[in-house]
């Protein structure tokens, strides 16, 4: 603070004349023309123990309701009720908690913007910390934002394209070294004397290095086409976590990283886009996709 004060807390939120921050003592409004500098501090491990011990009781909590509520012998609409009610209120606290990211996050920028406070490292303040990621590594910003499911996916996929660039690449050059070596013993066979007439002994010739020339050409637009896959897919994968980082910034986007047990009665859909060779040889996208039912 400009007179001196020091405060620790974690910033929540802002108005555009002041600050919110979480201390022990509970939430406290700052205005931003009392501050002089912040300074961002790591969370230890002791901090990260208790956020995710807290979150782990939330949900431990929400189980053992659910528990309880199937145990109970109350009517089957009666239980759907209560199980709605439950699910609603989940829902609301994933949203105010999206809600508090963001308008924790868009503090953070600005102040940073000001040079009121150096950018956290390792904490995402904008879509730019997700984007940079995946511009490196295809999927990598989806892990960041907590969204790993779709992160592996599209880290599979990636691997599957750089594959089949390798592939195709591969015998492309072999397929030119044997056209190259193929037309040498055509054009000796057409100069060579005595094994046809000289007519016959071109017309072979050409009609040899034609067929060759279009069996290399069909090898060369594969790995031409694997390119062209694999650089569609890179942009689709960026574009989809730009999005996703624009979402997170106005709290739009509700993950749910621990959530590993899917709900009883759920459906939910699995799919990977990988290369695949069709029956000519030639290389294509392909979407592997499937349900699983949970009972």
């Known amino acids: 603070m400009k007179d001196g004060t020091e405060l620790h807390g974690r910033i929540v939120g802002q108005t555009s004349k002041s600050v919110r921050l979480k201390t022990a003592e509970g939430v406290q409004t700052i205005e931003?023309?009392?501050?002089?500098?912040?300074?961002?501090?790591?969370?230890?491990?002791?901090?990260?123990?208790?956020?995710?011990?807290?979150?782990?009781?939330?949900?431990?909590?929400?189980?053992?309701?659910?528990?309880?509520?199937?145990?109970?012998?109350?009517?089957k609409q009666e239980k759907e009720r209560l199980l709605k009610e439950l699910e609603a209120q989940e829902l609301e606290e994933k949203k105010a908690a999206a809600l508090e990211r963001a308008e924790r996050a868009a503090a953070l920028r600005e102040l940073v913007e000001t040079e009121k406070m150096e950018k956290p490292k390792g904490e995402?303040?904008?879509?730019?910390?997700?984007?940079?990621?995946?511009?490196?590594?295809?999927?990598?910003?989806?892990?960041?934002?907590?969204?790993?499911?779709?992160?592996?996916?599209?880290l599979a996929a990636t691997a599957g394209y750089l594959y089949g660039i390798y592939n195709t690449n591969r015998i492309a050059k072999n397929a030119i070294k044997e056209n190259d070596r193929k037309a040498e013993e055509n054009f000796i066979f057409s100069i060579a004397p005595?094994?046809?007439?000289?007519?016959?002994?071109?017309?072979?010739?050409?009609?040899?290095?034609?067929?060759?020339?279009?069996?290399?050409?069909k090898k060369v637009d594969n790995y031409n086409h694997a390119l062209y896959l694999a650089g569609v897919f890179y942009?689709?994968?960026?574009?989809?976590?730009?999005?996703n980082g624009f979402a997170w910034e106005k709290g739009l986007l509700i993950v749910d990283n621990n959530e590993f047990m899917p709900k009883k009665g759920s459906i939910r859909p699995h799919f990977a886009v990988i290369p695949q060779v069709n029956g000519k040889g030639q290389l294509s996208p392909g979407v592997v996709g499937g349900f699983s039912f949970y009972f």
């Not at 931003?32 to 912040?38: A, E, F, G, P, Y």
């Not at 995710?52 to 431990?60: F, G, I, M, S, T």
């Not at 942009?235 to 730009?242: K, S, T, V």
Request: charged content about 30%.
């Open 235 to 243: 942009g689709f994968q960026l574009l989809h976590i730009i999005y």
């Open 32 to 75: 931003k023309s009392n501050l002089k500098r912040i300074r961002w501090v790591k969370p230890s491990a002791t901090q990260k123990q208790a956020s995710a011990e807290e979150l782990r009781q939330k949900k431990e909590k929400a189980r053992k309701e659910r528990e309880r509520i199937a145990k109970e012998e109350l009517a």
């Open 124 to 154: 995402p303040i904008s879509y730019w910390d997700f984007a940079w990621r995946s511009l490196l590594i295809p999927g990598w910003g989806h892990f960041k934002i907590e969204r790993p499911v779709m992160g592996s996916l599209y």
């Open 194 to 217: 005595g094994i046809a007439t000289k007519e016959i002994r071109i017309a072979y010739s050409m009609y040899a290095n034609a067929k060759a020339l279009t069996v290399v050409q």
